[in-house]
């Protein structure tokens, strides 16, 4: 366990002692007033979107809300592995561009609205990591042409808009995808659902350059890792399934079953101390979307029950730079993380993923079911 993890699970024990046990799905109620100010700013920013996109643009840009292929065309893939539907930033003016970020801030919370906005400015420094390596590669090497023709996949303006209905009306959304990210919003009558949301990184953490040291998606692995350290060994013979992460089980793009089997130990076997690091670790991720979505999600949750709320681990239980993987598991929430193979032998490369099995896109609120194509 690293030394944030550490500190983190002193702190809450202290707070534990210090404070009564008090419930701790403690959390304010959907507010209705505040959620319709949120979604009709929403409305107000993708609608100034819309507005600035040629006849042309606008064709690409919209879809229908019972799209399935589109709605679900989003991947964490390089766009060449995964060919994506909509309007590309590459096409955007300034002013478009500052219109996408607009919709996306005002969708987003600052820290989601930062994650997303850093994930998409990452693949600029990925990109500058894969020149270097190829200037090593002898040109004579096919390899080197091989390297070269991808390399194109990894640049910051190739990410993919797509508005879906009419954000005037009670239900519509939009889904803004590219390599190693996919948001998706959806309205309906005056309520916000935001999953599938999948964010990723590679490499993790920058080593080298003038970049070296930042580090994406690291409080979602911090949390996960305090609250595994905080687990005695019968509650961690509970949590941790195998030693080795199942190549088949993270819920991404095209695995939507992978809800289907429980994993890990209850919530509701979990002490006081326990039950807020999971909370803590749940509101990392609710925390991506705007208060008023993440209350409604919250309050869904909640609704669940503290007997069908699940954590999860495969792989190293004690290296946090290691290949692990942790879930949280529930009727109304899923939520994956990986560590994935990274050049050099490491793992210096993140996968994650929140769903809502019972909701995504929306799918509850507009009675309709959305299924995504298998991918590779």
Known sequence: MNAFARSLVHAAALAAMTYPAIGVWAHDSVDHELEAARVESMQQATSALLATLTDEQRATAVGALDDNEIRTGWSNLPVSMAPRSGLVVA????????????????????????????????????????????????????????????????????????????PESADWGWLVTGHHFAANFTVSDG?????????????QVVQEGRYAGWQLLQHEADKALALLASLDEPQRARTVVSAEVASNIF?????????????????????????????????????DASDEAARRQRAAIEADGPDELRFAWWGATDAPRGRYMFRVQGP????????????????????????????????????????????Q
Do not use: C
């Not at 032998?345 to 994650?352: A, I, K, L």
């Open 251 to 287: 819920a991404g793009p095209g695995n939507q079953s992978s809800h289907e089997t429980a994993f890990g130990i209850r919530a509701s076997e979990l002490n006081a101390f326990q039950r807020r690091l999971l909370d803590g670790l749940l509101d990392e991720y609710l925390g």
């Open 91 to 166: 096409d955007m003016s300034s002013d478009q561009r500052r219109a996408l970020h607009a919709m996306m801030s005002s969708a987003l919370s600052s820290q989601g609205y930062l994650k997303s906005a850093t994930i998409m400015w990452h693949e600029d420094v990925l990109r500058e990591m894969f020149d270097a390596m190829l200037a090593g590669i002898p040109d004579s090497d096919p390899r080197k042409a091989e390297g070269l023709a991808f390399a194109d996949n990894y640049d910051t303006e190739k990410f993919f808009v797509t508005i879906f209905g009419n």
């Open 332 to 375: 109304s929430v899923l939520i994956d993380y990986v560590r994935e193979p990274s050049p050099g032998g490491e793992y210096n490369h993140v996968h994650s993923i929140m769903r809502d099995p019972s909701n995504d896109y929306g799918s509850g609120w507009l009675e309709r079911h959305y299924q995504e194509a298998h991918q």
């Open 191 to 203: 309520k916000i659902a935001f999953t599938p949301m999948f964010l990723g990184a590679n490499p």
